[in-house]
């Protein structure tokens, strides 16, 4: 049985380039998982992304972001492809 794919997002008002928050649940045949605070980036002139969230750390002296979670390659896809589609809906519909 496929894991179906639910979402909430949320525009946000907050600091470019960041234009939305999304909690995703996933719905397995036996229980659900939910993902919250999945963002959503765009920069002007260029395509919005998304990202699962992560955890700003610093380690050597520099930035860098380390994942809450792990998903399939395939998962991931899907999970960030809904939250983009769902995101294009929203600012479409504005």
Same mark, same amino acid.
């Given at each position: 049985?496929?894991?179906?794919?639910?979402?909430?997002?949320?525009?946000?008002?907050?600091?470019?380039?960041?234009?939305?928050?999304?909690?995703?649940?996933?719905?397995?045949?036996?229980?659900?998982?939910?993902?919250?605070?999945?963002?959503?980036? *765009? !920069?002007? =002139?260029?395509?919005?992304? $998304?990202?699962?969230?992560? &955890?700003?750390? *610093? !380690?050597? =002296?520099?930035?860098?972001? $380390?994942?809450?979670?792990? &998903?399939?390659?395939?998962?991931?896809?899907?999970?960030?492809? $809904?939250?983009?589609?769902?995101?294009?809906?929203?600012?479409?519909?504005?």
């Amino acid at each position: 049985m496929p894991i179906e794919i639910k979402l909430e997002l949320a525009l946000v008002n907050a600091t470019p380039p960041l234009r939305a928050l999304a909690d995703v649940t996933l719905c397995f045949p036996d229980g659900v998982v939910t993902i919250r605070r999945c963002a959503v980036f *765009e !920069k002007p =002139g260029a395509p919005p992304w $998304a990202s699962l969230p992560r &955890l700003p750390i *610093e !380690k050597y =002296g520099k930035r860098i972001f $380390a994942p809450f979670i792990d &998903l399939s390659r395939n998962l991931k896809q899907r999970v960030l492809g $809904a939250v983009l589609d769902e995101y294009r809906r929203k600012i479409d519909a504005q």
